[in-house]
Nanobody
């Protein structure tokens, strides 16, 4: 099992930056492919970014490429999401999650473990 706790959310002005962190506990974190998702009010949860267990492979939602960067530190059991040039439409609750075995990286239903989420609000 993997237990996940997100942090780093908050209120930021448009054009600003935030760095989200996800602290993981569990024996299998360093072999877990990890993802970030977000959910805005009234909308479905959507894929943001994914990183393989080794950190070698990363994937992003097309609309976020160039602004968001996912990374991980297996020695510290953390996954991070650096978000730059934030826009009001980035306002959402952000979740980190661990992908199930054989799952598809951008399919929300293929992730087995989720954190509680952290709120990101971007003002004009």
């Amino acid at each position: 099992q993997v237990h996940l706790v997100e942090s780093g959310g908050g209120l930021v002005q448009s054009g600003g930056s935030l760095r989200l962190s996800c602290a993981a506990s569990g024996r299998t974190f360093d072999r877990s492919n990890m993802g970030w998702f977000r959910q805005a009010p009234g909308k479905e949860r959507e894929f943001v970014a994914h990183i393989s267990w080794s950190g070698i492979n990363t994937y992003y939602a097309d609309s976020l490429k160039g602004r968001f960067t996912i990374s991980r530190d297996n020695a510290k059991n953390t996954v991070s999401l650096q978000m730059n040039n934030l826009k009001p439409e980035d306002t959402a609750v952000y979740y980190c999650a661990a992908l199930g075995l054989g799952g598809i990286y951008d399919d929300v239903d293929d992730y087995d473990y989720w954190g509680q989420g952290t709120q990101v609000t971007v003002s004009l």
